[in-house]
């Protein structure tokens, strides 16, 4: 039988900080993503608002096909320096700049000149994976529905 135990504690004027009892920090860490200054130093944000163009005309299809969400993390320098959502599971289909409102089914970690050379067609996607240019976690074959609408797009 579970029991419940209030552990409050009770304090009493004059029980305040002593002097000198605290010590100053220093300056605080860098947020895990920090936000961008100026998105327009990647190449990849023209492609990403291209991209998402095409999913908002063409997102009913793309939904009833690829039935997933994926997040993208470009990185730059081993850091993330912004990420991309494609959700292509839910009501028309949507692509946003920043992490997935909801659990995305597979997340890509991409450095930025990768990811260009992904989408322009100079490198194939599973041998750059099994080479470890970029991560991939969760659903590791939904990538191939990602290539796919990669390509619908490069068609459009």
């Not at 100026?38 to 190449?43: A, D, K, M, P, V």
């Not at 990849?44 to 009833?64: A, N, R, Y």
């Not at 494609?86 to 692509?95: F, P, Q, W």
Request: aromatic share 8%; no cysteine.
């Amino acid at each position: 039988m579970w029991k419940r135990i209030d552990h409050q504690l009770k304090i009493k004027a004059g029980d305040g900080p002593q002097a000198g009892q605290f010590k100053e920090l220093g300056p605080g860490r860098e947020p895990a993503m920090p936000h961008p200054l100026s998105l327009s130093e990647f190449h990849t944000v023209p492609v990403f608002e291209d991209i998402s163009q095409h999913v908002k005309e063409v997102g009913d299809q793309l939904v009833k096909k690829v039935n997933a969400i994926f997040q993208l993390d470009i990185t730059k320098d081993g850091k993330t320096v912004h990420q991309w959502t494609i959700d292509l599971k839910n009501g028309s289909g949507d692509m946003y700049l920043g992490p997935a409102r909801l659990p995305a089914d597979t997340v890509f970690t991409i450095p930025e000149p990768v990811f260009m050379d992904l989408i322009l067609g100079k490198m194939n996607p599973q041998k750059a994976f099994l080479a470890g240019k970029f991560k991939v976690s969760g659903k590791v074959l939904l990538g191939q529905k990602l290539e796919r609408v990669f390509k619908d797009w490069a068609k459009w």
